[in-house]
């Protein structure tokens, strides 16, 4: 679920942005693309803003959700619908303005650090849905302990860099495949 829609500068980093799809649904372009690769499932979509009441409103059930709002009061809602419904899930944190991929990390979020979006997310999450104040929070956090770059040789960096995109996505898809092919945790 998606509200946004293709952009040019998204043509470098999501892989159903395309000059072609610039305009779409960013939700209904991914669903085709992923469609058309025919791993013998379906992929849905649904173009709209997610938050709690929209994920509740969907009906359905997950085995595991990766969470990737940007907006951060969504995001909060959101995770903490599903830590109170015991779904498991893992949220990504801020790319933005990350340089290097070799600097990302996951933990639960009551111990990352660095992250600008983390820190904030933890405050909303104590104050208005009673999340501890000390220890873990109960949510796996993808997220960079590289500082935010403002400007590099010069030049400002706005927005994701594919390398880092990538290398978050990786990180997401990776933990989800562990949790769901081995339900035990390592020792």
Do not use: W
């Amino acid at each position: 679920m998606d509200f946004d829609h293709v952009d040019v500068s998204n043509i470098n980093r999501q892989i159903q942005a395309f000059p072609a799809t610039v305009g779409q649904s960013k939700a209904t372009a991914l669903a085709v693309r992923l469609n058309q690769l025919d791993v013998g499932g379906e992929v849905v979509s649904h173009h709209g803003f997610m938050d709690a009441e929209r994920f509740e409103a969907l009906g359905m059930h997950f085995d595991f959700v990766v969470e990737a709002i940007d907006h951060i009061t969504a995001k909060a809602s959101l995770l903490a619908f599903l830590r109170k419904r015991g779904v498991p899930v893992i949220s990504s944190m801020g790319a933005a303005a990350r340089l290097d991929p070799t600097q990302i990390r996951s933990a639960d979020l009551a111990h990352t650090s660095i992250c600008p979006m983390a820190r904030d997310l933890r405050k909303i999450l104590k104050r208005k849905y009673d999340f501890p104040e000390i220890g873990p929070m109960g949510i796996v956090a993808v997220y960079s302990i590289e500082h935010p770059v403002g400007s590099a040789g010069g030049s400002a960096v706005n927005g994701s860099l594919a390398q880092v995109t990538v290398a978050f996505g990786a990180a997401l898809a990776a933990h989800v495949i562990r949790a769901l092919a081995l339900p035990q945790p390592l020792l």
